[in-house]
Nanobody
Framework: QVYLAESGGGLVQAGASLTLSCTTS????????VGWFRQPPGKERVFVAS???????YYADFLNGRFTVSRDNTKNTVSLHMNSLKPEDTAVYYC?????????????????????WGQGTQVTVSS
């Protein structure tokens, strides 16, 4: 069983940067691919980015290079670095761990590919 906890959310102004962290426990970190999703107010949850156990990354097209995901294997932590934030980035951000043990370069992106989710962290971007 893997456990995840997000942190780093908050209220920022448009154009600012923010880094979210996802700390995992309960399963060897090197076996975990982690994804980030977000759920804006009144909308469905959508995929943002994922990182494989070998640090291969995959991003949603709408990001246009503004976000990057990285992992620190010494701290069992995956980070989502968000730059040039816009009001439309306002959402609850969730991290999730892969359900299936696939190839080490596996970068899941669909909901069903994740088996465990964190509790979420709120990011609010003011205009």
């Amino acid at each position: 069983q893997v456990y995840l906890a997000e942190s780093g959310g908050g209220l920022v102004q448009a154009g600012a940067s923010l880094t979210l962290s996802c700390t995992t426990s309960g399963r060897p970190f090197e076996t975990i691919a982690v994804g980030w999703f977000r759920q804006p107010p009144g909308k469905e949850r959508v995929f943002v980015a994922s990182i494989s156990s070998t640090s291969k990354t995959y991003y949603a097209d709408f990001l246009n290079g503004r976000f990057t995901v990285s992992r620190d294997n010494t701290k069992n932590t995956v980070s989502l670095h968000m730059n040039s934030l816009k009001p439309e980035d306002t959402a609850v951000y969730y991290c999730a761990a892969n359900r299936f043990n696939n190839h080490p370069d596996y970068t899941p992106s669909a909901d069903f590919e994740f088996g465990t989710w964190g509790q979420g962290t709120q990011v609010t971007v003011s205009s």
